[in-house]
Structure formats: C-alpha cells, structure tokens
C-alpha cells in the first residue's frame, strides 16, 4: 500500500522538487542541495501514490539513488505513472537506471562497476550539460544503463557506463550516473541549478523570510484562538520554534524554562534575558537546581542519572502546565532530520538519548511543530533572521541531561562548579581561537579520579579535566579536533590557574568510533 505523505507538504510543495527516495544514503543530501539553490525540496517515499505526488503540484522529480543493483530482490520499484505526470524528472545512479528500465532501455548487470573520481565524456551540450566545464563526477555503481531508452539522446558517457547521462528534453526527462549531489562533482550544483531553473522553471523563493511567513500563517490557522505552551531547553531548536509561534499568537504562548542546574555557565540568564526581556515571550523560569541535585544525590550510573533527570523534568514542567491551565498546543522543535529518522530503519539504540524536553506522553495536546520541513542549518537561518542572539543560533549540540553526564561519577555541587568554570574557560578560548562553529562540539569533562600535583611550594591531590573537542556532521561518527598546540596550552594553563580544585589538563583524542562523542 502506498505511504502516506506529511500533510506539512501540503503548503511547502508547490513549485518545490520533491526527491523520490530509493534509499540512498545520498537522497537527503540532494534536497539539502536544493534547497541551498532556495527551492523547496522534501523525500518521499518511491511507494509515494503518483496521484498524491501530482496533487503536491511540485515543478520537478529527482529520482535518488538506492541500492547496487535494479535486479537485486526486492529492489524499490518505480511506478512508471510517476513517469506520466508531466513533470519534468532528473533521475540519479540509481533512478536514472530504474527510469531507463521502465521506458525501455536497458540496465547491464555486468558486475564492473566504477567509484569515486571518474573521468566524464561530454557528448551533447544541448541540454543539462550547456556551459558546464566536465571532467571528472563522482560514480558509486555496479549496474549501468547500456540502451537508452527511445526518445532519449546519450549526453555524457564515462568508461564503465555507455550511458553516463542521457536525456529527453521533449518530455523533460534526464538521467545521469553520477552523483551531482555530492562536493566531489565539481559542476554538480550548476546541473542541479540547470534542471532547477531552466527545465523545471522553478523561482528561487525558499528563504528564511519566506519560511517565516508561511509558518507564520500556518500556526495560525492551526492554533486559531486557543493558547499554546513551549518547553525551552536554552538550544536553537525549540527557540526558534517558541519565536515563531510568539510571532504567530503573541502572549497566548506561554514559554516553560526548566532549569535544572545543570547547564553551562550564564545560559540561563541568555534564556532569561533573550525570551523574557528582550522579545518579551510570556516565560515562566523555573529554578529548579537544588531539586534535581538532591534527585541525582548517590547516583553514579549514567543510564540512571538520564532516567532521573528525563523524569524530573517532565514532572516539572507538568506540573507548571497544570498551573497554567488551558493550553491545548504543544510547541516541539522537532527538525526534518528527525521526521526522516523516525520514518524507517531503527538505528541502534547505544544510549537512551533521553530527548530532555520531550513530551510527556499522556498530556492532552496537539502538537505545534513549526520546525518540521527545516534542516538544522536552515533554523539558524530563520533564527538570525528572527533576530535571535548569535550566542543562541550558533550554539553547538548540548545534551538534554546537561553537566550530568560530562562529571564521571556523582554529581554535587562542588564538581558541577569545578566543570562549569572549566567548561567556560574552554568555551572562551575557543571562540577567541576562532574555532567555535568549526567544532560539531567542544567541552571540558571532569573524571571521577584525582591525582597529585605541586602549585608553589605545595603538594596537591585534586581532579583532572579532560579536553574534548570533535568535528562530525551529525554526530553518528565523529573525528577528535586537531587543535593547535598553543590553544590548548592557552586552555590548560588557565583552567589550573583560574578553577580551585582542579591541577591536571589531559586531551581526549578518541574518534567515534570506538568512542561516543560524550563520556557516558
Ligand atoms: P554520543 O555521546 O552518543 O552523542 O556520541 C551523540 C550526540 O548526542 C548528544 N547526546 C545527547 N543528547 N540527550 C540529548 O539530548 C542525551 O542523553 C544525550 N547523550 C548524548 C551528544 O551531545 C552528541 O551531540
């Protein structure tokens, strides 16, 4: 049966090029790339109904790659009604192989495949290919398309493929064997603009101003009178979907700030200051450390400490809402990443990233979910335009439990405040350094161990603080920083003179894998 599509589309889709999805790890890169040319794009699914496809009215289809092979068992079919649309369609690797497949043509199964680096011959520069400097793609296949089909004139061939790009201009159809998603293809994102604005006749309106006013629009006629409520966690996500539903229903949003204690230093007086006074956001700011540490007094296992802290702040803030009284919405900063991870494969589960924030299952709301078609990079964009501090839209990934999973062992308040003011001279240095937003994360960590040191004439027995610095793309590997030498002198010398109760520097220079970006 075929899938149903996000009804979010609805207003998102027109004019937009919606990527049929055959499972590639490349398909969200390619509407990422899309969008970057300011068009809409969004995944569906390849057993999408043709007909829910059409009623989107998208300007253009980008079929995406998929597995090795269109004669592997099971692979994802494409429906040929997809095909009659009479929309203009680019297919990639694999969907330019299952296009030529349904129209005729024929895919070989000869086992020679070609990755990497190609060597790519230009035959025709009538079409997609007109004034672009080719030669060498981006290739990761194993079948390749030797006929194509009728109608189609073979535009570009490489050694292991006859058939590295062909097209139909009549029809408005297009394949090519290579990736032009990737950065490796050097021209990839000219013949993506090519088949955006030339064929498909696409207008570069996707921007941050126009996100705004379509979720603007949208929250309102979602929400109508009634009153909305917001769990900020101090992160970019649910900021910026709290300021676009203030921007939408004004005082009837009702922002939550659960401070648990367990953040870096300052960061709940940015909230405070950002959210209650200077955008004036309705914000009840719960002071709530002292009753986290004494739930966390004893507890050492990190499972644990996420389970006490998740708990803890859904009885919080369940508690606040009660006190409210009639929000019937719930706003969540929920991203497209995480509607297109929860679509499909379960990853494996190595930690319960308890989601701090999350909703509380059994509460009686509809949710608000403003944020739901954006990738990460995109809500950065709308926040600076929404005029959210820098230090709020570029902040990188902070865990929901916070300082409790960065101090090995039990957390009191003495270690919270030994790593808090190691963390900041950490976080300053690097932001001086330049380095802050070329680090998926930088942070301090304090171990469950001491060791003996001299400062002056003394002997000291006091805890080391550990380094951590990584570069990633969206956490699931991770490399260690590289950072410079002089940096991290800067950083040891002062965290041992300016945080009593700490005599050691040590870096962690594990990637992940083996490692996990945090120490429990
Ligand atoms: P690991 O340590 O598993 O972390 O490599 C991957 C990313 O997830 C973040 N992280 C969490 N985020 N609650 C969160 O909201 C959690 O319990 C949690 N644990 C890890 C981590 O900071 C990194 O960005």
């Known amino acids: 049966m075929a899938r149903l599509l996000d009804p979010a589309l609805a207003t998102a889709a027109p004019g937009g090029v919606l990527v049929v999805d055959f ?63 009479g929309i203009p369609v680019l297919g ?58 009728d109608g189609f004139a073979v535009t570009a061939e490489a050694p292991a493929a006859p058939v590295a790009a062909m097209e139909d201009a009549r029809r408005r159809m297009y394949g090519v064997q290579f990736h032009p998603e990737v950065v490796h293809t050097p021209f990839g994102t000219d013949l993506l603009k090519g088949f955006l604005f030339d064929v498909c006749d696409c207008a570069p309106t996707w921007t ?7 979720q603007v629009e949208r929250i309102r006629a979602q929400v109508g009178d009634e009153r909305a409520i917001c769990a900020l966690s101090g992160g970019v996500d649910s900021a910026v979907a709290a300021l676009l539903v203030h921007r939408a229903i004004g005082d009837r949003l009702t922002c939550v700030f659960v401070d648990h204690g367990l953040m870096r230093l300052n ?43 998740g708990r803890e702040f859904i009885r919080t803030f369940e508690r606040e809402a009660a006190g409210l009284g009639r929000e019937r919405f719930l706003v969540q900063g929920t991203l497209y990443s995480d509607v297109i991870e929860s679509g499909g494969k379960d990853a494996a589960t190595i930690k319960s990233h308890h989601n701090v924030g999350g909703l509380p299952e059994d509460m009686n709301v509809e949710l608000v979910e403003p944020l739901r078609q954006l990738f990460k990079d995109e809500v950065r964009l709308v926040g600076e335009e ?47 350094a330049g380095l802050y937003r070329d680090l ?30 990584v570069t990633s793309d969206d956490a699931m590997t991770a490399d260690w920083a590289r950072l410079p030498y002089d940096l991290l002198e800067r950083i040891a010398s002062r965290i041992i003179n300016e945080v009593p109760g700490v005599n050691r520097v040590a870096l962690d220079i594990t990637s992940k894998p083996p490692g996990t970006i945090e120490w429990e």
């Not at 039990?410 to 900041?424: G, H, K, Q, S």
Request: net charge negative; proline share 6%; with cysteine.
């Open 267 to 309: 960061e709940g007086e940015q909230v405070e200051q950002a959210f209650g006074r200077h955008f004036k956001v309705p914000l009840v700011h719960v002071r709530a450390a002292d009753h986290f540490l004494a739930e966390l007094a004893g507890v050492t296992e990190p499972e644990e400490k996420r389970k006490v802290i």
């Open 440 to 469: 998926w994360q930088s942070f301090a960590v304090l171990p469950a161990v001491r060791s003996v040191g001299v400062m002056g004439d003394s002997r000291t027995y006091a805890y080391p603080i550990v380094i951590r610095a």
């Open 23 to 85: 499972g590639a790890q490349y398909s969200q890169l390619i509407a990422r790339r899309v969008r970057e040319c300011r068009v809409f794009s969004a995944l569906v699914p390849h057993d999408a109904d043709p007909e829910e496809i059409r009623a989107l009215h998208p300007a253009g289809l980008i079929l995406s790659g998929g597995p090795s092979s269109v004669y592997e068992e099971g692979a994802p079919g494409l429906d040929p009604a997809l095909l009659d649309l």
């Open 92 to 149: 990639i690797c694999y969907g330019m192989q299952a296009m030529a497949q349904a129209l005729g043509g024929h895919v070989a199964h000869n086992g020679v495949g070609e990755f990497g680096k190609t060597a790519v011959t230009v035959r025709s520069r009538e079409g997609l290919f007109r004034d672009l400097a080719v030669e060498t793609a981006w290739m990761s296949h194993r079948d390749a398309v030797v006929r194509a089909p």
């Open 386 to 432: 929404l005029g959210l501090p820098e230090r709020m839209v570029w902040r990188q990934p902070f865990p929901g439990p916070g300082l409790a999973i960065r101090i090995i062992g039990e957390v009191t308040r003495e270690r919270l405040d030994i790593l808090r003011r190691a963390d900041f001279v950490l976080q300053e240095e690097i932001r001086r």
């Open 208 to 214: 941050p101003v126009q996100v705004i006013e379509d």
